[in-house]
Structure formats: structure tokens, C-alpha cells
């Protein structure tokens, strides 16, 4: 497993952008595949995207599709979530997972590595 620290969470109005960030410990970072998922109050812990070891394959929920943009740094420990045109159905509490393989799932039980989780919340 690796240890994951999420960043960047906070309070914007709707139509904003945040960042978030989550850094890794770790020498085997490289061959993980990474994930963020989101939990609001009430519901289910959900698929945000993911992206393999190498950052050349993403994928997305239909919900943030063309808004949200997932990225890595190996060299950095560092996957990103870009979140722009934000929403107020956005607002979660939001997640970095990690997986020991090289391709991407979208279940929160295909990840062995979970982060404490960072609030985002977006105001009408």
C-alpha cells in the first residue's frame, strides 16, 4: 500500500475551479493506477476518474465529463484533479485512491489505498 495526503478542498461559488491534490509516500507510486471518488452526505461513495501508472489512459463519470481533468507527476508522487465549471451538486467530500496495478478501475473495491478525504463545497 501507499499512504495518500489529499489537498486543496474548499468553499467556491458555482461556475468556479479547485485543484486538488494528492500526494503519495512511497518508492512504488509509478505502478499504481489512481482514482478519485466523492461522497456527499446521505450517499454512496462515487467514481469521479481515474488514470493508469503511466497517465496515458483517463476515464471519467458522465457527470464530470469535460469539466474535471485528472492528471499524475510519477517524478512528484502527485496525482491532480482539475475541477472546473464546478457545481453545487459537486459538493463532497473527496477522495484519492490507489490500486497496484497499471490499468484503471472505477469501483472504490478495486483500490487498496485510500486518502483521509478533502471537503469541496460549492455554493449556488
Known amino acids: 500500500q501507499v499512504q495518500l495526503v489529499e489537498s486543496g478542498g474548499g468553499l467556491v461559488q458555482a461556475g468556479g475551479s479547485l485543484r486538488l491534490s494528492c500526494v503519495a509516500s512511497?518508492?512504488?507510486?509509478?505502478?499504481?493506477?489512481m482514482g478519485w471518488f466523492r461522497q456527499a452526505p446521505g450517499k454512496e461513495r462515487e467514481f469521479v476518474a481515474a488514470?493508469?501508472?503511466?497517465?496515458?489512459?483517463?476515464y471519467y463519470a458522465d457527470s464530470v465529463k469535460g469539466r474535471f481533468t485528472i492528471s499524475r507527476d510519477n517524478a512528484k508522487n502527485t496525482v491532480y484533479l482539475q475541477m472546473n465549471s464546478l457545481k453545487p451538486e459537486d459538493t463532497a467530500v473527496y477522495y484519492c485512491?490507489?490500486?497496484?496495478?497499471?490499468?484503471?478501475?472505477?469501483?472504490?473495491?478495486?483500490?487498496?489505498?485510500w486518502g483521509q478525504g478533502t471537503q469541496v463545497t460549492i455554493s449556488s
Open positions: 485512491a490507489g490500486r497496484p496495478r497499471s490499468d484503471i478501475a472505477t469501483i472504490p473495491q478495486r483500490f487498496d489505498s
Open positions: 488514470i493508469n501508472w503511466s497517465g496515458g489512459t483517463t
Open positions: 512511497g518508492r512504488t507510486f509509478g505502478s499504481y493506477a
